[in-house]
Every structure is written in structure tokens, then in C-alpha cells.
């Protein structure tokens, strides 16, 4: 596992190339045996992790409950909700049989053919169906609502095209699924958890985004409205990053699912279902990470600060150990990850971009010239600026720089979107703008068909209908028709 | 979900019917529409994760890093090492093709026979092939030894006799795999994280375990050792909770993974596995739980501390509040999980039945005329014993008649355990013993034949060598061949 650090691809020579890169040499993940299935490595799975807890916590305190519904589902449950069906029956892993048996020649095992399931099983690409077939035995009366449940689970879409973290065959992530007695409770429920991914996203991620509502042509498959956060990448490509489902009473009727309400009248169940993955990894790496490697925001890094000593001999390198371990000590009673590096097999440049690579927020370099005059080397990954800073009091100094960087990497990051985002009157110039990259701010008729046409002819699909949206009155670029609001088009991961 | 509270079946009627009940009736589990598959409720849900929680911290003390690997497993992989094949690749669930399509006449949806894939896939039962297949490259000199990595992952097995929890298709677990440059090395590994194990069990779960080894019959498939946590359960059969394996070079060899050693020769690398499941909520469940329903240690109760008011009026149910909201403050200060029951839908005798159900260690209950006292009735589950104690310093007693719980149910199990272990050294007497239940320690010849013929006999197995046997020279009851120490034998789950 001896790193190599050889230079990335810049990120202007080839950005994708210089994503793929980074995946691999930060030891995010790399491609496994297994058409479009990634493994995770430690490095990466620390930052999955990290987004996890926060997530969970999150969801926790609007009251959610984590629990677990199977992997598999039987077949003829896509088939109840008929949009559902189409969208999720198409490319997934179908299991068939139950077992495996020596092959008659010897050869190794092939798949009995006794062993034929009397109905296949799907592995989950989403879990409405098999979760509605659930609760249909758990709520009778508006005194089981709401029900709030998440879960966090591996699932499967046979992706033909993969990426590592953006697109792959397997992944991890969580999905609420929750049930309420009003129209309106669920609706909140969606608002309220598209606000909890928000929050998530720039508070943590530092990855500013938009908040709107899908057009039907981006809905997902079974929902009556889909919202979603949007984020933009170096490239000025969008990636939606989460998105929350108000699914009406679609999946209560596929599955039956009534309720008594409070005036004692049989009702169909009103469903929300909300989810994000580690398609969160790709918004993260391709939001703020440079040629030198990954720029990770302090809130998720595993390692937050790195200490690396600089000696000529044992003796220095005690005085350094004594120096360093009081401080190790005082950043971790603060609740800060702290990483002292004074391994001795490898020379401090091979440490100094091998934390690079992997965005260590804070990197600390002591030597005996430092200790002799109270000083000690700060570099913040954010900006690669170096400075020699005052070791008394050092601990703060570290904690409010690690609050400097999470901010500044939301900053530039906003500044970035802002940047690229432009108004757009006529369909020319349009064109012109997608083909250049950025978030397009422009009018549409709201049909299904506009959109249709605009995305074969620039590969630009409309990202969403911020909910913040200012009502402004124009009309469509193509069709001439009247819009009562822009909306945001751009292309996308 | 009106919880109904019904008498459980009593354990001396049917164990077997207490076990199902319970795990239905307090919210744990039920079972699913795919066979063999549970549904995990979130009450059971939110003890699994206060278990992972607690193991996922003792695991990464000791320098265990989680990862993720792939879902599926090429089937050709299992063929790789002999004798995993034997035991890993007969039930289990095979992905033969990745699409479906509207069936022909519109009745729903079928395979699609043209997505057939090249080698089927298999859902990983265990995951030792495709993470060797993995560390291929990911070491090559002793400089990347050790590698010390862990999953949590679901897993599985298509048992064809499945209980909650006890045997599932589905299960969740975690799976560790290490390699590293000596076999002294990896030994020593397999016995570290059985130590881990059996401090978890017995510290968190309060499950007295025997650490020991398994005979040759019992081995995992592909293990040169495997070491198991063994607990009995109230019905004196045995639980194997957990096992730690000593792999030694044979998945190396089987994927080929070489490393340059420290005197610089290309070695095989040497491994283990380790592995819990939720298989530990039935071992949680079967050790402490009574015939009123669950009893949890206090250290994974999701609610520790219950709190019901007792008022015949608003006026009262304030005086209750203003008392009681403190005290929840102040033993959420302290660490510790407390619900306030002041829903005025339920009577409190529902509530003091469903808590007890739920296993909640510890009820308080405060009416007008305790607040007129200065006192409040405690009940601790373990022994439902109740007492009026003073207000005053509440918190402090909670906190530790907790922890008396927690040693209480340790200690009741482990004389349960005591009492229930015989020492036999005729087969007549062992026949006898083993139809009663029980660990029995008996000489045996070591032999897999004389163990083979014990189980078709008795249907008892060996459990373990425990690690800390005596010395005791005896003679097998069958074969009246020669034994060095006493191995324990059990009928088991």
C-alpha cells in the first residue's frame, strides 16, 4: 500500500481525469471485481462516516427512528405503483435461484437449477415498496401517525455507465420513508427534511446549494413532487445531492395502507420518502479540492490537524515529542482529530504532500529552530499559506483557523456559484452559455416537451424551480410562451 | 400500531413460543414478505445500534479501521479456497441477470432473458474472498502489514430453518479481516478480538461467555482455528454469540496475496476474520428477559429510565411536571436515556405494563402524595421489586441502582450458568444430562468420528475447548481413548 505521489492531472487539463485521479491516490475508493461496484477504503469510508453521524443526529432530533427492511424484494411488489414500476423495474440486480452446486465436470460450482425461485427478487434499488407492504400492518389509526423511520441501507440500480461515488451499480445511503394523516403534514415532512439536507450541505459539507422542486420530467418515479438541493461543481456542472419526495397517497393505495382519522373516516395514508449517499463524497471532493489533492472542510475531516516534526537527531526529536504531546493532548480535550506524525520512515516532504492529498485542514511543522524561538509552522490547506505563529496558546489559534477554513471553503465556493450563474433571455444565447459551463437562469413554459427538446439539443435539463424563487413574468426562450419565474437549467453529474 | 399487551406465553409452558412472542410483542422484529427475512423494528433497532456503537469503538481501539466492499461476489471467487467452497457456496442467493421488462401480456413485470449476465453473482455470505481478492494490491512489502479492517455490512444465507434474530436469511453483522507478516502475529489478532468479544458480552450485554476453541467439525470453512464466545441461554441450550478465526495463510494462497518480508522474501501474508451478528440481540434476549417480557442491561437500553405521573387533575399533573422536568435534565446531564410518560391517553397501568415488556430498567412514578412526602416509588425490572425513596438526590440513586442492575443481571446469569454446568464422565450419565439441558464438561478423544457419533446420538455438539481448561488427564466416554482436558458439550442454537 506504499503511496505514490505523482502529480494529479490539473484540473484544467482534463477535470474528470483529475477526478478519478484523486478517488485513487487520496485512497478514497477504487473499482472493485464487480461491474460499477466501488470498494470503500478507510480514508474514505472515515469521511462517510463522519456525514453519517451528522446525518443521523440530524434526522434524529425531528424525531426520526432508524430501523431495517429487508434487501430483497419480490418482484410483483414494483409492479404496484405503475410510474414506480417504470422507473425503478428497469435495470436491477434480479436474483433467481438459491443455490449453487458442484459442477457435474468438476470445473467449480455452477448455479443448481432445482434451486429456481418460484418468484425472483430484486436487490432494493429504493425500499417504498417492500416499507408500504410493511406498514400496512402498523397503522390502523391517526394514533399511529406519523410514523417517521429511516434507514441506512446498501442499494443497487445496473448502472451502464459508472463513476466512483457519483454513479455506481452498489451504494450506500440512507432512506426516510415516513406516513402522515394530512396532506399538509406530509408536505411539511418533505420541506422540513429538504431543509435538514441543507443545512447539512453548507453548514458541514460547506457546500452551498438550492433549494426548489423538480419539473415533472425529474420527479421521482411514484411522487407528486420532488424537491431537491443542487450544488455546483469546479466544472459548472450541477450535481443534485439529495432530494426529499412528497409521494401524496400513491404508495398507501399500491399497498392498501388506511387509517382511521380523527373524525373516524377511513383514509388513505399521505407518504413522504427523502434520501441521500455517498454520492455526497463526489459533491464534496468536486466542490473544493485543488490540484495538490483533496480540500476537505474541517467539520468531516478525519484527520483535522497534522503535526509533523523536523529534526536531525534523536536528541532534537525529544525535545520536539515533549514539546508536541502536551499539545496533542490539549487539541484532543478540545475535540479536535489530531494526527502527530513523527514516524521516521519516511522524510517530511513525503509527509507534506502526502497530507495534502488526503486535505488535512491544519498542518502544524515544529523544529528546534522554532522550539528555541517559541514559534512553530501553521499551513492552512485551504489557501497552502504558510506562517510562523506563536506556540503559546497554539491550541486556540488551531481551533478558530479550523473555523476560518470551514468558512472561507463555503465562501469561495458561493462566490464560485455566484459567479457562474447567469440570466439568460434567448435561446442563443443559451446555447452559447451551457456549452461554457454555469447555472442558467432562464424562463420556460413549463411543458414537459420544452424541456424534452432543450436537453437533446444542449444535454441541459432544468435542475430545479428554486423554492426562493423571485416571480418575475417573461416568456419561454424557445417557445415564446408566457413563465411566471426562472428557473435553473444547467447540465449535470 | 396500538400496542396490544397480552400475556406472553410462560417460559416453562413453550421457551421456544416465549422467545417468538416476545420478539413480536416488544417491538423487535417481525417477520417479513421475503422468506427468511425479518423486518428490524425501531425498539429493536435502537439496542443493534447502542451494540454497534459500543463495538465499533473497542474495535477501533485497537487500530481497526471500517471500510466497505461490494454487496456481490463473483461466483468463481467462492471455488478459490476448498473448503470455504464446501461451506459457503451451497444456499445461497445467486443474481443471474440485471434486468426486467414489461411482460408480453401486460401482466406485469418478468426477467428479461437477454440481461443475462456472463458469470452469475452471488450475495456475499461472508465476505474472506472478495476482500483477499482486494488486499492483492494493497500489499506488497511487510511495510503495509498490518491491515487491520472492518465491515458493517448485511450478509446472506438461505437457511432453510430461520428463527428472529437466532438464524435469518438476512442478517446484519460485521465482518474484521486482517492480514498480517507472522503467523504469531495473526494468532495473536484472532485472540485479541475474541477478548474484545467476551468484554463486550459480558460488560455491556451482561452475557457470561466461555472463550474457547472449536473442535475441527465446528471450524469455520477455511480456518485453521476458529475461536468462539459461548453463552447459554435460560433454557440451558448454548449460543455461540461470536467467532474470531485464525486463517493462516489459506485465502492468501487462494488470491495470491504475497508480501516481501523483513528479510526481504516473498512470503504468503497471514490472516483472520472475526465476526457478530444480530444474532447477539437473541443471545441479549434469552439470557435476562422474564416472563413479563424484556430485560435489558442498562448500558444498551435505549430508555433507561422511565418516568410516570399519577394526578387525578391538571392541577396536579403541573405540580408533577414543575418536580419532574429537573429531574430529566438532570439525568440527561449525567448521560443517561430518560423518558418522561406524561401522555394522557394511556392509563398508567398500560403504560407500567408496556415498559416492563420493553425491558426498561428502571420506572419511577410520582403522584400528589409522594411530592407531599418528598418521596417517589422506585421499580427496577430485574427483580420488579418496588420502594419509595426520597426525592432528594434522585438522580444519584438512579444512577446507581443502573449500575447495580447492570452487575445484578450479570451475576444472576452466570450463577444460572454455574448451576447448569455438570461434569460427567460416563456416556449413560451424559445422555441423561444433555435431555435435561446444560453445559457438560466430558473427557473426549479429540476425534471428529466420536463427536460425529455424540451429535447423531444426543444432538449434542462440542461448543468449545475452553481456552482456560485444566489439565486433567481422562479417558473419552465412548472410546475410553486418552483426554488431556474436559471439552464442553451442549445441544445448541
Given at each position: 500500500?506504499?503511496?505514490?505521489?505523482?502529480?494529479l492531472t490539473?484540473?484544467?487539463?482534463?477535470?474528470?481525469?483529475w477526478y478519478?485521479?484523486?478517488v485513487?491516490k487520496?485512497?478514497?475508493a477504487?473499482?472493485?471485481?464487480?461491474?460499477?461496484c466501488?470498494?470503500?477504503?478507510?480514508?474514505?469510508?472515515?469521511?462517510?462516516?463522519?456525514?453519517?453521524?451528522?446525518?443521523?443526529?440530524?434526522?434524529?432530533?425531528?424525531?426520526?427512528?432508524?430501523a431495517y427492511?429487508p434487501?430483497?424484494?419480490?418482484?410483483?411488489?414494483?409492479?404496484?405503483?405503475?410510474?414506480?414500476?417504470?422507473?425503478?423495474?428497469?435495470?436491477?440486480?434480479?436474483?433467481t435461484?438459491?443455490?449453487?452446486?458442484n459442477?457435474?465436470?468438476?470445473?467449480?460450482?455452477?448455479?443448481?437449477?432445482?434451486a429456481?425461485?418460484?418468484?425472483?427478487l430484486?436487490?432494493?434499488?429504493?425500499?417504498?415498496?417492500i416499507?408500504?407492504n410493511?406498514?400496512?400492518?402498523?397503522?390502523?389509526s391517526?394514533r399511529d401517525?406519523p410514523?417517521?423511520?429511516?434507514q441506512w441501507?446498501?442499494?443497487m440500480?445496473?448502472?451502464?455507465?459508472?463513476?466512483?461515488?457519483l454513479r455506481?451499480a452498489?451504494?450506500?445511503?440512507?432512506?426516510?420513508?415516513?406516513?402522515h394523516?394530512?396532506?399538509?403534514?406530509?408536505?411539511?415532512?418533505?420541506?422540513?427534511?429538504?431543509?435538514?439536507?441543507a443545512?447539512?450541505a453548507?453548514?458541514?459539507?460547506?457546500?452551498?446549494?438550492?433549494?426548489?422542486?423538480?419539473?415533472?420530467?425529474?420527479?421521482?418515479?411514484?411522487?407528486?413532487?420532488?424537491?431537491?438541493?443542487e450544488?455546483?461543481m469546479?466544472?459548472?456542472?450541477?450535481?443534485?445531492?439529495?432530494?426529499?419526495?412528497?409521494?401524496?397517497?400513491?404508495?398507501?393505495k399500491?399497498?392498501?395502507?388506511?387509517?382511521?382519522?380523527?373524525?373516524?373516516?377511513?383514509?388513505?395514508?399521505?407518504?413522504?420518502?427523502?434520501?441521500?449517499?455517498?454520492?455526497?463524497?463526489g459533491?464534496l471532493?468536486?466542490?473544493?479540492?485543488?490540484?495538490?489533492?483533496?480540500?476537505l472542510?474541517?467539520?468531516?475531516?478525519?484527520?483535522?490537524?497534522?503535526?509533523?516534526?523536523?529534526?536531525?537527531?534523536?536528541?532534537?526529536?525529544?525535545?520536539?515529542?515533549?514539546?508536541?504531546?502536551?499539545?496533542v493532548?490539549?487539541?484532543r480535550?478540545?475535540?479536535?482529530?489530531?494526527?502527530?506524525?513523527?514516524?521516521?520512515?519516511?522524510?517530511?516532504?513525503?509527509?507534506?504532500?502526502?497530507?495534502?492529498?488526503?486535505?488535512?485542514?491544519?498542518?502544524?511543522v515544529?523544529?528546534?529552530?522554532?522550539?528555541?524561538n517559541?514559534t512553530?509552522?501553521?499551513?492552512?490547506?485551504d489557501?497552502?499559506?504558510?506562517?510562523?505563529?506563536?506556540?503559546?496558546?497554539?491550541?486556540?489559534t488551531?481551533?478558530?483557523?479550523?473555523?476560518?477554513?470551514?468558512?472561507?471553503?463555503f465562501?469561495?465556493?458561493?462566490?464560485?456559484?455566484?459567479?457562474?450563474?447567469?440570466?439568460?433571455?434567448?435561446?442563443?444565447?443559451?446555447?452559447?452559455?451551457?456549452?461554457?459551463?454555469?447555472?442558467?437562469?432562464?424562463?420556460?413554459?413549463?411543458?414537459?416537451?420544452?424541456?424534452?427538446?432543450?436537453?437533446?439539443?444542449?444535454?441541459?435539463?432544468?435542475?430545479?424551480?428554486p423554492?426562493?424563487?423571485?416571480?418575475?413574468?417573461?416568456?419561454?426562450?424557445l417557445t415564446?410562451?408566457?413563465?411566471?419565474?426562472?428557473?435553473?437549467?444547467?447540465r449535470?453529474?
Amino acid at each position: 500500500m506504499a503511496i505514490e505521489i505523482k502529480d494529479l492531472t490539473k484540473r484544467s487539463v482534463n477535470y474528470s481525469q483529475w477526478y478519478n485521479d484523486l478517488v485513487i491516490k487520496a485512497d478514497l475508493a477504487e473499482q472493485s471485481a464487480v461491474r460499477g461496484c466501488m470498494v470503500i477504503k478507510p480514508y474514505g469510508y472515515a469521511i462517510w462516516e463522519k456525514m453519517q453521524r451528522q446525518l443521523d443526529e440530524m434526522f434524529k432530533a425531528t424525531g426520526v427512528q432508524n430501523a431495517y427492511f429487508p434487501l430483497l424484494i419480490p418482484k410483483s411488489f414494483l409492479s404496484r405503483e405503475a410510474e414506480h414500476v417504470e422507473g425503478f423495474a428497469k435495470e436491477c440486480a434480479v436474483v433467481t435461484h438459491h443455490r449453487l452446486m458442484n459442477a457435474p465436470d468438476g470445473s467449480g460450482v455452477v448455479v443448481d437449477p432445482e434451486a429456481r425461485l418460484e418468484e425472483e427478487l430484486i436487490i432494493r434499488p429504493t425500499s417504498e415498496t417492500i416499507i408500504w407492504n410493511t406498514y400496512r400492518n402498523w397503522i390502523s389509526s391517526y394514533r399511529d401517525l406519523p410514523l417517521l423511520i429511516n434507514q441506512w441501507a446498501n442499494v443497487m440500480r445496473w448502472e451502464m455507465r459508472t463513476r466512483m461515488f457519483l454513479r455506481t451499480a452498489e451504494f450506500l445511503w440512507q432512506e426516510g420513508h415516513t406516513a402522515h394523516a394530512t396532506k399538509e403534514e406530509a408536505q411539511a415532512e418533505a420541506i422540513q427534511m429538504l431543509n435538514v439536507y441543507a443545512d447539512f450541505a453548507e453548514k458541514y459539507m460547506a457546500v452551498p446549494v438550492i433549494k426548489g422542486v423538480k419539473s415533472a420530467n425529474e420527479r421521482f418515479a411514484g411522487a407528486l413532487e420532488t424537491y431537491t438541493i443542487e450544488a455546483m461543481m469546479q466544472d459548472g456542472k450541477a450535481l443534485q445531492s439529495g432530494t426529499s419526495h412528497f409521494l401524496g397517497q400513491n404508495f398507501a393505495k399500491a399497498f392498501d395502507v388506511k387509517f382511521v382519522n380523527n373524525e373516524n373516516k377511513l383514509d388513505y395514508v399521505w407518504a413522504t420518502s427523502w434520501g441521500v449517499s455517498t454520492r455526497l463524497m463526489g459533491a464534496l471532493i468536486m466542490t473544493h479540492s485543488d490540484d495538490n489533492g483533496l480540500v476537505l472542510p474541517p467539520k468531516l475531516a478525519p484527520i483535522q490537524v497534522v503535526i509533523v516534526p523536523i529534526y536531525k537527531n534523536q536528541e532534537q526529536l525529544d525535545e520536539i515529542n515533549a514539546k508536541v504531546n502536551p499539545i496533542v493532548e490539549n487539541l484532543r480535550a478540545m475535540g479536535i482529530s489530531v494526527k502527530y506524525d513523527n514516524a521516521d520512515n519516511k522524510r517530511p516532504g513525503f509527509k507534506f504532500a502526502d497530507y495534502e492529498l488526503k486535505g488535512v485542514p491544519v498542518r502544524l511543522v515544529l523544529g528546534a529552530r522554532d522550539i528555541a524561538n517559541g514559534t512553530i509552522e501553521v499551513m492552512r490547506r485551504d489557501t497552502l499559506e504558510k506562517s510562523s505563529i506563536s506556540l503559546e496558546g497554539i491550541e486556540n489559534t488551531v481551533k478558530a483557523l479550523l473555523d476560518e477554513i470551514q468558512d472561507n471553503i463555503f465562501k469561495k465556493a458561493l462566490n464560485f456559484r455566484n459567479e457562474m450563474t447567469y440570466k439568460v433571455d434567448n435561446y442563443e444565447d443559451f446555447k452559447q452559455q451551457i456549452e461554457k459551463g454555469g447555472f442558467v437562469l432562464a424562463h420556460w413554459d413549463g411543458t414537459p416537451e420544452t424541456e424534452d427538446r432543450i436537453k437533446e439539443e444542449t444535454k441541459a435539463t432544468i435542475r430545479c424551480i428554486p423554492l426562493d424563487a423571485e416571480p418575475e413574468d417573461g416568456v419561454d426562450m424557445l417557445t415564446g410562451k408566457p413563465s411566471k419565474c426562472r428557473v435553473i437549467f444547467a447540465r449535470n453529474y
